[in-house]
T-cell receptor
Framework: DGGITQSPKYLFRKEGQNVTLSCEQNLNHDAMYWYRQDPGQGLRLIYYSQIVNDFQKGDIAEGYSVSREKKESFPLTVTSAQKNPTAFYLC???????????FGPGTRLTVT | DQQVKQNSPSLSVQEGRISILNCDYTNSMFDYFLWYKKYPAEGPTFLISISSIKDKNEDGRFTVFLNKSAKHLSLHIVPSQPGDSAVYFCAASALGNQFYFGTGTSLTVIP
């Protein structure tokens, strides 16, 4: 059963701590993405990766880091430098960039 | 600067009637457009797409119309059903690059 998994669904952290969000896909897609959604706002692109070992910053990359060591995996680290980390984070993948993206269920991160 | 805009934050429609969701964009290089449906606390689900070489694409109850000269697209849902109640996002990309998403329109279909 192909799809995208994100874990955990809910995540709580103390301010000042780094936290890593998991994203795995078994769709054999080359491109993967991380978005952030805040209340009343659209999806804003944090980072994306077109191939393994390569990734590009999106519109709001500051305070985030990613890695793409395997085709299936694209973890996102929310660092302590991110000023407003509390948000709903969505991972997506597509065959290539510019094609329909398929989304995971999301991770709700709360930082207090 | 928001390149893709959905100016109606919410829309209410009676069951069985037509729902029309609108989306405007500013970048004339956008050549591929998508619509997504999203339930609370879930990831968006892809609904329908349209490329700039077409002005209409249909899939069951869902039809997307593209007016390139007006930089406007719309999603028509006919007939609307209560299960269609969700937030709908449009997205646009240029030349195979990243997608830009609108802020979404919350559709409520009243039984």
């Amino acid at each position: 059963d192909g799809g995208i998994t994100q874990s955990p669904k809910y995540l709580f952290r103390k301010e000042g701590q780094n936290v890593t969000l998991s994203c795995e896909q078994n769709l054999n897609h080359d491109a993967m993405y991380w978005y952030r959604q805040d209340p009343g706002q659209g999806l804003r692109l944090i980072y994306y990766s077109q191939i393994v070992n390569d990734f590009q910053k999106g519109d709001i990359a500051e305070g985030y880091s990613v890695s793409r060591e395997k085709k299936e995996s694209f973890p996102l680290t929310v660092t302590s430098a991110q000023k407003n980390p509390t948000a709903f984070y969505l991972c997506a993948s597509s065959t290539f960039t510019g094609y329909e993206q398929y989304f995971g269920p999301g991770t709700r991160l709360t930082v207090t | 600067d928001q390149q893709v805009k959905q100016n109606s934050p919410s829309l209410s429609v009676q069951e069985g009637r037509i729902s029309i969701l609108n989306c405007d964009y500013t970048n004339s290089m956008f050549d591929y457009f998508l619509w997504y449906k999203k339930y609370p606390a879930e990831g968006p689900t892809f609904l329908i797409s349209i490329s700039s070489i077409k002005d209409k694409n249909e899939d069951g109850r869902f039809t997307v119309f593209l007016n390139k000269s007006a930089k406007h697209l719309s999603l028509h849902i006919v007939p609307s059903q209560p299960g269609d109640s969700a937030v709908y996002f449009c997205a646009a990309s240029a030349l195979g690059n990243q997608f830009y998403f609108g802020t979404g329109t919350s559709l409520t279909v009243i039984p």
